[in-house]
């Protein structure tokens, strides 16, 4: 036993010296529900799936059991009612205070009666994944208790954004894609019921109703920004994530040069005037040889629902312009904000083995530089993310910004489910 518990600090403090929060395992291999929306939003969810023991104790506390019933019943009367309207079709798919109150106080006790089997996949998936990051200092109860809390937010951003049509934190690309009142979409909605109604005998925990109408409702908006590209390792980002292992980082001055996104404003547009400007500046500096790598971070954002993926087409600019290596290109197709741009180039380095002992540099244009040096930017971050994604930030030019990767960048988060 002492060698044990020896072992398990010896790993901790391995990982402290190498810059990674206790938890996060760089080995790790995801699970997979089959939706990897699903899994990307509401990674708890993929993991209890694949626990037969953990599933199973939810399955037979009997306040989650009573959530199930109602939710099957009500979606199973919802096929043939008269219900037609979004407001009256989706609101107890949502959760109220007191169902948190209720979820929350039932987790707990099923916690506390049977903790070494929830810390078992609290351990070696919530914490090693790095999805609960933020959450890493917390003790495997609070852990637990905040991601269901991050599980019911993000079922209601959903259905509230894509069911309901409310206009959430970015509506100009993120609203749905029908006016949810109209005729057609009520119609799409009465069929989704239909179509799941098929299902409720294989919905055997309290969350799957909520869940399912959640994922058919971004299915029905054609929203799967989070699943496109993926896995990027094997496909688009395969020639640069394999060359990692052969890279003498002592050479360079950065790890890598991170391209943030700026979209066309028209939809006959694949890259815009400051997409070019960014490509540029990066170009120049990257032939220089200040980094081994150029991270292009952009998706599919301007203008609304735009056929154009911003990091992709950033990619064939360079490619194409200056002659820039495939496999020195590294690809964040699903960012939507420089808040995010940043993140993903962190969470992309951390994964790929890209050391972020090393600076990075953020290569952009003038207006976007000062906007991201300002304390503005800082605040933005917090509240958006919950934490700043990078430290140290330095501007060095007009277009430059030297930084430090975080590690809370890995948290997967649900208040963007198009970007979690």
Known sequence: MKRIILTLILGVLIRVALGQAPGYNPSYHFLHSGNLVADKDFYLLTVIEHDPATSALLRKNEVLSSILTSRVTLLKQHVTDTCSYPVTLLTDFKYTSDDSIKINAAVKAIYAANTAVFNRVIDSDLRASGYYQRFA??????????????????????????????????PRIDSASYVVTSRYYRMVLKDIFGQLDEQTDQMQLFYQPSLAIAMQLMQANDRDEPARFEPMEQKENK????????????????????????????????????????????????????????????????????????????????????????DAIIIDPHARHTTTNIRNANRLMIRYGIPISKPSLFVTSKSQHDYAMNAAFDRRNQHELGYVPYRDKKSISNQDIVYYPVFESLHMDP?????P
Request: hydrophobic share 35%; proline share 8%.
């Open 137 to 170: 200092p917390l003790s495997n109860e609070e852990l637990l208790l905040k991601a269901w809390g991050q599980y019911i937010y993000g079922i209601n951003y959903i259905i509230d954004q894509f069911g309901m049509g409310k206009k959430m934190r970015y």
């Open 239 to 326: 020639k640069a994530f394999d060359r990692v292992k052969q890279v003498q980082w002592a050479k360079y001055a950065y790890a890598a040069i991170v391209i943030p996104g700026n979209g066309p404003e028209l939809y006959t547009t694949p890259i815009s005037p400051d997409n070019k400007i960014h490509c540029d500046a990066a170009a120049a500096r990257y032939l220089k040889g200040l980094a081994p790598y150029i991270i292009t971070s952009g998706g599919y954002c301007y203008p609304f629902r735009g056929p154009y993926c911003e990091a992709i087409e950033m990619k064939k600019y360079l490619m194409g312009k200056y002659n820039i290596p495939e």
């Open 415 to 419: 208040l963007d489910p198009l970007d």
